[in-house]
């Protein structure tokens, strides 16, 4: 099933390179293959990365967000000069080592807020799949350095793990199983990590 749709993709994308003369050679059928296969791919990412429990810690905003409907943080916070809270009033105040079932505020090693430039609400999948990727807007990471943090990252594992609210109800954790999406996100860097246009 899903190969049928690849392979008639493709068809689709070589015809619009103009037809004969582009299947001649194979050259750019294997470029569109690629591309498509990465955008089919970081597509998949994209589910996990737009996730309230990622998002809420990469907001436009000057404040982190809560709960699967992104709330704006409750009591106020905001991100302050180092996005680790304004200053007295540090984020690691609350957010423990670890999830605190017992007053419902979640924890993880060195819990603070992602900078202004890794803001991701409101990007459509192309715009966060090459955001990902600029060392500009990604904390000057090359792809190998994006996909250790991907898979091996403790505050982006949290999302996994994300323990219980205050109302002692268990928070959804991110789609896909943790795995499934290392495994994802190595194939995806693995075959040239295209992003959707
Ligand atoms: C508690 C807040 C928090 C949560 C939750 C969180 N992040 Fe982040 N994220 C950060 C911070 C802080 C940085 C910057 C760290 C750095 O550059 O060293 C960051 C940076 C990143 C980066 C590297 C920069 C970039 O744009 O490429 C990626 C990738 C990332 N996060 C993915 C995720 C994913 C996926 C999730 C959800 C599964 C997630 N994060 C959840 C705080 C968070
Ligand atoms: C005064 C205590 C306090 C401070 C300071 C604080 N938080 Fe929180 N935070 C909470 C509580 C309580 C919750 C849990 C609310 C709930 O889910 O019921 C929470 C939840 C969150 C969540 C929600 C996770 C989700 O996906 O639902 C994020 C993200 C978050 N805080 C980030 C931050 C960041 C970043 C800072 C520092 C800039 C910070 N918090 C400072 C108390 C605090």
């Not at 900078?115 to 990007?123: C, L, Q, R, T, Y």
């Not at 999948?125 to 994006?146: F, H, I, Q, V, W």
């Given at each position: 099933m899903l190969r049928l749709n690849f392979a008639a993709a493709v068809v689709m994308l070589m015809g619009g390179f103009g037809g004969p003369a582009a299947a001649q050679t194979s050259a750019p059928a294997m470029t569109a293959e690629t591309k498509l296969e990465g955008a089919r791919l970081y597509l998949q990412i994209h589910q996990v990365l737009t996730h309230p429990r990622c998002l809420n810690c990469h907001p436009k905003g000057d404040s982190p967000k809560q709960g699967n409907d992104r709330h704006i943080h409750s009591p106020p916070i905001t991100r302050g000069p180092h996005d680790d809270g304004p200053l007295g009033v540090q984020c690691a105040?609350?957010?423990?080592?670890?999830?605190?079932?017992?007053?419902?505020?979640?924890?993880?090693?060195?819990?603070?807020?992602?900078?202004?430039?890794?803001?991701?609400?409101?990007?459509?999948?192309?715009?966060?799949?090459?955001?990902?990727?600029?060392?500009?807007?990604?904390?000057?990471?090359?792809?190998?350095?994006?996909?250790?943090?991907?898979?091996?990252?403790?505050?982006?594992?949290?999302?996994?793990e994300p323990g219980t609210d205050s109302d002692r109800r268990q928070r959804e954790p991110v789609p896909i199983a943790k795995a499934e999406f290392n495994r994802i996100v190595n194939a995806w860097a693995k075959a040239g990590a295209a992003c959707p246009d």
């Open positions: 105040a609350c957010h423990q080592q670890a999830n605190y079932a017992a007053s419902g505020v979640p924890g993880a090693s060195n819990w603070h807020l992602a900078p202004i430039s890794m803001a991701w609400e409101d990007k459509t999948p192309g715009e966060l799949c090459r955001a990902l990727l600029d060392p500009r807007t990604n904390g000057k990471r090359d792809l190998k350095a994006t996909v250790r943090h991907l898979t091996q990252d403790k505050l982006v594992a949290w999302g996994w």
